[in-house]
């Protein structure tokens, strides 16, 4: 956040709320950056139980595909995570017989509308980015987490 406020100050984005894909490829490509360099450190970290960084690699690796599809399309990001937090819940649920999802699943999907609609609402959004965003998130977390957790 501090990166955008200083791209604000400098003059490089004209707005805090990147209307344009324009406004968003220079902050989508330095939150990138912080993601990937974010999850190299955290695999460096011995100590750490590699399910760790896999899931770090996993949600940059969504973060850069977010990023790349920004250049062509604004795609809702905020649902992009939000997708990706119902994924999480559901696959451990799925997943791990001892959490019990059913709550926190209802309640990821009811933050995941309260969200999508604010964008709507904001206008900051079409109804079509808004639901790819979510589909995408929703995707390639439950792929990857699927895949981390086989």
Known sequence: MLTIFGLRLSGTVKSLHMHTTKDRIIPFS???IYFLLTTYFMNRISELDPIIWEIMA???GV?????LVTIFWKMSAHMTGVGG??????ILGLRFSNFQSLYPLLLSIVLSGIVGSSRLFLNAH???????G???GFLSCYLGFQWIWS
């Open 85 to 90: 937090l119902v994924a999480l819940v559901l």
């Open 63 to 67: 973060v850069v595909i977010l990023t």
């Open 30 to 32: 330095v939150t990138s």
């Open 126 to 132: 079409k109804p079509l980015e808004v639901y790819a």
């Open 134 to 136: 979510f589909i995408f």
């Open 58 to 60: 996993l949600i940059s």
